[in-house]
C-alpha cells in the first residue's frame, strides 16, 4: 500500500515544480549541505506562500517568484549558517536525500571534476541539473537573464569537461 | 557515462562525457524526491497555519533593492541608510549602476530592479529613500556646524552598523568580499566628495588636522582597490583621481615654518606706498632677528629708505620707521635727519610738550633720532616717560591694546621699563578682556575694542604678543585659543602673493616667539578628540570599512556542497 500523495495549492504545486531543483541548488551552493538546503528550500516555499506572494505576483510571472523566493531564501540560509556557526555542531547524520543506491564508479572522474571547478559554474550546474530544469528558472533565481544563464552554462560545461579530461588521463596514467 | 577508448591508443576522451545525461547522472541522488518534499512542505504550512507572524524579514527580502535583511529583525539596516543613500549617490553620478550590478550579478547577489519596481511598498520605499537622501544633502550643505555634527555621527553609526552587518553575513559566506569592498569604496567616495564639507578652508569647528581628512579617505580607498572588479576599480580611480586634488587641494592653507620661510618672504620687494607692507616687513624682520633667520633684504629696500629720508612725507615716516626696527640706519643718517627742518619740529614738540603723550607706531623714528641727536637726557626722559603714562589708555580709549603697545615700547626704549614692570598686572587685565571669546576664526585673537566688535584681528593681535613677549602670560589667557587663531590666520593659500605670504609670515613669527617663551602650546588630549572629531569619525568609518572586507570570503559560496 503506497502513500497518498500530499495535495497543496495548485498554484503553490506549480512553483514548486518550477524551482524545487534549482532552489535545492542554489541553497546547497552558499554552504547548506544536500540535507539542510532541501530542509531551507521546504522552509521557504511555506514562507512564500504564508507571505502573500501569491497576491502580489501572478503565477506566471516566474521571474517575480524567482525574485522573491531568493530574497526568503537567503535570509533563511543566512539565519541557519548563524545558528550553526554559534551552536555546537552536531555528529554526522544520514543524509536523507541521499537515497540508499550505490553510487556510479564511472561518475568519479565528473565528480572529481566538479570539485575543482569555479565556485559560480558549480553553482549553476546544481541548479539546472540537480533536476531537469530550464534556464529561465536558474535565471529567475539568480536574478539574471536567460541568456546569461545559458552562456554561464556553456562555459561550466566547458570548464568541467577540461577538467574531466585531465582527471581522465590522470586515472588512465595511474592503470599502466 | 561515455568514457571510451579511442582506435589509436585507447585514451579516454571527455567530450561525450559532460553531456546533460552525465550531468543528471551526477546530480542524481541528490535529486529531491517530489513526493517528500511536497509533504515537507505542506507539513510546515499546517505547522504555522495562516499566522503571518514571523515571516516580516522575509517579506522585506522580496522588495529591498539590496538582500538586507540579514540585517535581523532588529531593524537596525534603518540607521544605515544614510550610508548607503551617500553610496547610492554617487554610483549615480557616475552612471554606473549598471555596472555595479553586474558586478553584484557576477557575485551572484544580484540586486535586481525589477523588485523594487514592483508593489507599493516598494515605490514608497523608493520615496522615503530618496526624501532621506536630500534631506541628509542639504543638511550636509547647509553650513550648519551642528547639522554637521549630526550627520556626520549618523553617517558613522550607520556606517558602523552596516560594517557589522557586511560583516556577519559576510563571514557566513553570504557575500564575497569584492561586493564588500565595492559597497565601501563607494562610502568612502561619497564622504571624500562631501569631505569639503569637514575639512573646509577654517569657517566651522576647531580642526587644526582637517587637511589628512580627505587623505585618510583616500587610503582607505586605495588600500580596498586591489580587492574590487576591475570596472569597480577604473570607475573608483577616476573619481578618485578626479575629487582628491579638489578636495585635497582646496584648503591647502599652510603654516610657514619659522624661520625657513624668511628666506622666501624677506627677500620680497616691498611696495614703497603700502604701509602695512613696511610694518609687516619690520615685525617679521625683527622676529627673523631674534629668531636666527636673517637673511637679508630685496634690493629695492634700502633705496626706499634713502628715499624717505631724502624726503620726509607723511607716507616716508613709515618707511623710516620701519627702517628702524630693521636695523640698517646707522646714528650718523639719524643724526643729519634730525637736523632737517620739519623733524626738528617734530622732535621739539616731542620734548617740550606737557600733554599725554600717546604715540602712533609709525612716530617710531623719533625715538632713534632724539638718541642720536643727545637730546634724550635724565630730564627728557623723565618728561617723556610722565607723559607716556598719562597717556596710559583708560576705559574710554578707543584702541587701547594699540595705544599700550606703543606706550610700552616707548618706554622701554627710552630706558623705563620700570614702569612697565610696575603695571603688569594692569596690562594682563587689558590683555584678557581684549581676547576675543566668539567663534572661531576670530576667537583667541585680540580684538581691537570688544565693546564695540568682540572679534579678534591681526593687528591687535601683533600688538597683543609683542606686550605678552614683554610682560608674561596671565594665567587667565587662552593659551590654546590664541594659538589656533594664529595657526588659522598664519597659515598661507597655495599661490598666494608675497605681500600675503608676508603678512602670514608675521602671523606665524608671532606664534614662534611666544612658544619660544612658553614652550609648545598643546591642546589636552580629550580636546584633542573634541577638536578633531571629524577626522575621528572619518578614520573609525574607514576602519570598519576595512574591517568589513577583510572579514568577507573571497568568494561568498566557496563551501557548496558535491554532488
Known sequence: MTAEPTRLEPQLEAWIGHFRGPLVGFLASRGATWADAEELAMDTFAEAWLGGARRNAAADDLEAIGGWLRGIAQNLLFAFLRRRRRGPQPLPADDPAVPATPTDDRLEPLRAAFAELRPDFQEVLRMHYLEATSAREVAALLGASPKAVESRLYQARRALRALADKHLRRMEGASR | ?563
Not at chain 2, 630693521?326 to 614738540?349: C, M
Request: hydrophobic share 50%; glycine share 8%; charged share 15%.
Open chain 2, 1 to 563: 557515462m561515455n568514457t571510451q577508448e579511442t582506435p589509436d591508443g585507447g585514451e579516454f576522451r571527455a567530450q561525450e562525457m559532460v553531456g546533460d545525461a552525465d550531468l543528471l547522472a551526477l546530480f542524481a541522488r541528490r535529486t529531491p524526491d517530489p513526493q517528500r518534499f511536497a509533504a515537507g512542505v505542506a507539513a510546515r504550512l499546517q505547522e504555522r497555519g495562516t499566522d503571518a507572524r514571523g515571516i516580516a524579514l522575509p517579506r522585506a527580502a522580496g522588495i529591498l533593492p539590496l538582500d538586507l535583511g540579514w540585517l535581523g529583525a532588529s531593524k537596525l539596516w534603518w540607521l544605515a541608510t544614510p550610508a548607503l543613500l551617500l553610496a547610492g549617490c554617487v554610483l549615480a553620478a557616475l552612471g554606473a549602476a549598471r555596472s555595479i550590478q553586474g558586478t553584484l550579478r557576477t557575485a551572484n547577489m544580484a540586486a535586481s530592479t525589477a523588485d523594487l519596481r514592483r508593489g507599493p511598498a516598494a515605490a514608497a520605499q523608493f520615496v522615503l529613500f530618496t526624501t532621506m537622501a536630500l534631506v541628509c544633502i542639504g543638511g550636509l550643505w547647509s553650513g550648519s556646524p551642528l547639522v554637521q555634527d549630526a550627520m556626520l555621527l549618523t553617517v558613522g553609526v550607520s556606517t558602523g552598523v552596516l560594517a557589522v552587518g557586511v560583516a556577519r553575513c559576510a563571514r557566513v559566506g553570504g557575500i564575497d568580499r569584492a561586493t564588500v569592498a565595492t559597497l565601501a569604496i563607494a562610502v568612502l567616495e561619497a564622504l571624500l566628495v562631501l569631505s569639503p564639507q569637514w575639512s573646509g578652508s577654517m569657517p566651522h569647528g576647531d580642526s587644526e588636522w582637517a587637511r589628512a581628512l580627505p587623505w585618510t579617505l583616500a587610503t582607505g580607498i586605495v588600500l580596498l582597490l586591489p580587492f574590487v572588479q576591475p570596472i569597480a576599480r577604473l570607475l573608483s580611480a577616476l573619481l578618485l583621481g578626479v575629487v582628491l586634488p579638489l578636495t585635497a587641494m582646496l584648503p591647502t592653507t599652510r603654516m610657514p615654518k619659522v624661520p625657513d620661510a624668511f628666506a622666501q618672504t624677506l627677500t620680497i620687494a616691498v611696495d614703497a606706498d603700502a604701509a602695512a607692507s613696511w610694518q609687516t616687513l619690520a615685525h617679521v624682520a625683527v622676529a627673523a632677528g631674534e629668531l636666527g633667520g636673517f637673511v637679508g633684504l630685496h634690493p629695492s629696500v634700502r633705496p626706499e629708505i634713502a628715499r624717505a629720508f631724502a624726503a620726509s612725507s607723511g607716507g616716508s615716516m613709515i618707511v623710516l620707521s620701519a627702517a628702524h626696527h630693521l636695523g640698517i640706519v646707522d646714528g650718523d643718517q639719524w643724526r643729519t635727519a634730525a637736523s632737517q627742518k620739519s623733524f626738528a619740529y617734530q622732535l621739539r614738540q616731542l620734548r617740550t610738550a606737557n600733554t599725554p603723550l600717546r604715540p602712533h607706531s609709525f612716530e617710531a623714528f623719533l625715538l632713534p633720532m632724539l638718541r642720536a641727536s643727545g637730546d634724550l637726557d635724565p630730564a627728557t626722559r623723565d618728561r617723556l616717560a610722565e607723559r607716556l603714562v598719562a597717556g596710559w589708555p583708560t576705559a574710554e580709549t578707543t584702541f587701547p591694546l594699540q595705544e599700550l603697545a606703543e606706550i610700552v615700547w616707548w618706554l622701554d626704549g627710552i630706558g623705563r621699563g620700570d614702569l612697565v614692570d610696575a603695571r603688569r598686572v594692569a596690562i594682563h587685565t587689558l590683555l584678557v578682556a581684549h581676547q576675543a571669546k566668539g567663534e572661531r576664526p576670530f576667537r583667541g585673537g585680540f580684538a581691537p575694542n570688544p565693546r564695540e566688535l568682540p572679534l579678534g584681528s591681526v593687528d591687535s593681535t601683533h600688538q597683543a604678543v609683542a606686550l605678552l613677549l614683554r610682560v608674561g602670560v596671565p594665567t587667565e589667557l587662552d593659551l590654546v585659543a590664541l594659538r589656533r587663531f594664529l595657526v588659522d590666520h598664519g597659515s598661507e593659500l597655495t599661490a598666494a602673493s608675497p605681500e600675503v605670504q608676508l603678512h602670514r609670515l608675521a602671523t606665524a613669527t608671532d606664534l614662534a616667539r611666544l612658544e619660544r617663551m612658553t614652550g609648545p602650546i598643546d591642546r589636552a588630549p580629550l580636546q584633542v578628540l573634541v577638536d578633531e572629531r571629524n577626522l575621528v569619525a572619518i578614520a573609525i568609518v574607514v576602519l570598519l570599512c576595512w574591517w568589513a572586507v577583510a572579514s568577507a570570503r573571497p568568494q561568498p559560496f566557496a563551501v557548496g556542497a558535491l554532488p
